[in-house]
């Protein structure tokens, strides 16, 4: 198993939008709707921002969406604030048969 | 307040084994998954595996089957990650979460603080 791919940084003004992309493939992103990003601040644990590709656990700002297109997922954050800049980690059910939980690489945020 | 608490850092040397600790409090311990994922510093996050606290069943990625134990003792609502021989490559901070059942796909709604490993001769 491949691990998702994601570009390992991005970066956007405050107020404006930015899209971090997680790639994978037919048997995992693309097949199931159960695609999560997780927030990483330095030094911290991470914090559940979406699940099910779209979804927000509560107390997490609507500020922060996902969708996804085929084989690739994404999260976007709108309205960019200083406490989004952070690490940013998709991960997706693979199925059964395998290790049923895969990790992207990681994208750091930086609002500049 | 539903919680994971780990045990503390550790510093260890070669060759020596060690077990770390993640409690859970606040909800009912043994019906959910707890994972264990792996961050060396400066670097991603990585899945290790995961234990259904109820029945003990484990899954092991692939990279660390062999390599780590991963157990539960449900009465003191406690899941365990240990190493049997320690490598230098096995410094990196270890997290415990958990598996939120509600949720379709495996989805980690509550951390632990994180466990620092320091192996160094």
């Known amino acids: 198993q491949s691990a998702l791919t994601q570009p390992p940084s991005a970066s956007g003004s405050p107020g404006q939008s930015v899209t971090i992309s997680c790639t994978g493939t037919?048997?995992?992103?693309?097949?199931?709707?159960?695609v999560s990003w997780y927030q990483q601040h330095p030094g911290k644990a991470p914090k559940l921002m979406i699940y099910?590709?779209?979804k927000r656990p509560s107390g997490v700002p609507d500020r922060f969406s996902g969708s996804k297109s085929g084989n690739t997922a994404s999260l976007t954050v709108s309205g960019l604030q200083a406490e989004d800049e952070a690490d940013y980690y998709c991960?997706?059910?693979?199925?059964?048969?395998?290790?049923?939980?895969?990790f992207g690489g990681g994208t750091m945020l930086a609002v500049l | 307040e539903v919680q994971l608490v780990q045990s503390g850092a550790e510093v260890k040397k070669p060759g020596e084994s060690l077990k770390i600790s993640c409690k859970g409090s606040?909800?009912?311990?043994?019906?959910?998954?707890i994972g264990w994922v792996r961050q060396m510093p400066g670097k991603g996050l990585e899945w290790m595996g995961i234990?259904?606290?109820?029945?003990?069943?484990?899954r092991y990625s692939p990279s660390f089957q062999g390599q780590v134990t991963i157990s539960a003792d449900k009465s003191i609502s406690t899941a365990y990650l240990q190493w049997s021989s320690l490598k230098a490559s096995d410094t990196a901070m270890y997290y415990c979460?958990?598996?939120?059942?509600?949720?379709?796909?495996?989805?980690?709604?509550?951390w632990g603080q994180g466990t620092m490993v320091t192996v160094s001769s």
């Open positions: 979460a958990r598996r939120e059942v509600r949720y379709s796909g495996y989805v980690f709604d509550i």
């Open positions: 606040g909800y009912s311990f043994t019906t959910y998954w």
């Open positions: 234990i259904y606290v109820g029945d003990s069943e484990t």
């Open positions: 037919s048997s995992d992103v693309g097949y199931y709707n159960y």
């Open positions: 099910e590709v779209s």
């Open positions: 991960t997706s059910y693979a199925g059964s048969n395998n290790f049923p939980v895969l």
